[in-house]
């Protein structure tokens, strides 16, 4: 928020800054001429295939998935997964809570958040598939029936020097890919009953205003007990469905002139009923 303030250009490296408070981000930054640039892989993918288009011509935006750790496991699995297994990505090399937060699509949940907030979208056309390969890391399709598909490595120095070169493209790197090597690429749609968290993302879309606070603060509450083993995978979603539910009774969490301390007590609040939630079920 400081950074904006100064009208500068602010490479947002984070998901928590858009999905707890984007109206007030993105508000700021037009406020004081700032620019924002995405720099999570999916949404500088979708930023890319934007270059030189008219927002009003775009009929879809979809984020791919990789579906994480558990991608073939049968469904009846999930409730007995360890932390071990969570942990471990087969495609990113990342740290152990991002990793997780793939395994239960958490990380994708609220990266439809982010998409919604930071392109100004309907969340009736944002879509996630599932693209076992990473290495299109997201397409937006047009009115005349066109898709404009980002592909590169899985390699966060793309998304990060794009950023930092910032209007230029400049040399990177990393990987240059073969696609006659690499022969094929596969698609599947999410399967929302093993991924639960998807459903929760459309739930905070649809209700807005501290919606978004209240569920990153309920997911990194679930996800530190998932950690602590005080709760099992599949009740990382169930804590975050019930503190949203409790939280958004009556409408509470419809707030249109959404200030920094109504977004930072949210979090609060739902970092307290996260935890007696979590005690509950464990």
């Known amino acids: 928020m400081t950074a904006l303030e100064h009208g500068t250009t602010l490479a947002l490296a984070n998901k928590e800054s858009l999905v707890t408070a984007g109206p007030?981000?993105?508000a700021r930054a037009r406020a004081a001429g700032a620019t924002i640039l995405?720099?999570?892989s999916e949404h500088s993918a979708v930023f890319q295939a934007l270059v030189g288009e008219d927002m009003a011509a775009v009929e879809r935006v979809i984020i791919t998935a990789s579906g994480?750790?558990?991608r073939d496991w049968p469904k009846d699995r999930l409730a007995s997964a360890t932390l071990a297994q969570a942990s471990s990505h087969p495609n990113w090399d990342m740290g152990q809570r991002i990793t997780i937060d793939s395994a239960s699509m958490f990380n994708k949940a609220m990266e439809l958040i982010e998409t919604k907030e930071f392109f100004g979208v309907p969340s009736s056309i944002i879509e996630v598939l599932v693209h076992?390969?990473?290495?299109i890391h997201?397409?937006?399709g047009f009115n005349d029936g066109a898709?404009?598909?980002h592909v590169?490595?899985?390699d966060m120095?793309?998304?990060i020097g794009y950023a930092l070169h910032w209007p230029d493209r400049r040399h990177l790197p990393v990987e240059r890919l073969d696609l006659a090597k690499i022969g094929s690429l596969t698609f599947e749609a999410p399967d929302e009953d093993r991924y639960p968290a998807l459903a929760l993302a459309r739930q905070v879309m649809d209700t807005g205003g501290l919606a978004g606070a209240v569920f990153n603060a309920a997911k990194e509450r679930a996800l530190d007990a998932f950690i602590a083993g005080q709760i099992g995978f599949l009740q990382m979603a169930a804590v975050v469905s019930a503190t949203l539910d409790k939280m958004s009774s009556g409408g509470g969490l419809q707030i249109r002139d959404m200030s920094l301390d109504d977004v930072l007590e949210a979090d609060r609040l739902a970092r307290i009923y996260a935890g007696e939630i979590t005690t509950q079920i464990g």
């Open 147 to 149: 898709l404009m598909a």
């Open 132 to 135: 076992r390969e990473s290495l």
């Open 152 to 154: 590169g490595p899985p």
């Open 38 to 40: 995405p720099v999570d």
């Open 68 to 70: 994480g750790a558990f």
């Open 138 to 140: 997201a397409l937006v």
């Open 24 to 26: 007030l981000l993105m």
């Open 157 to 159: 120095r793309h998304a």
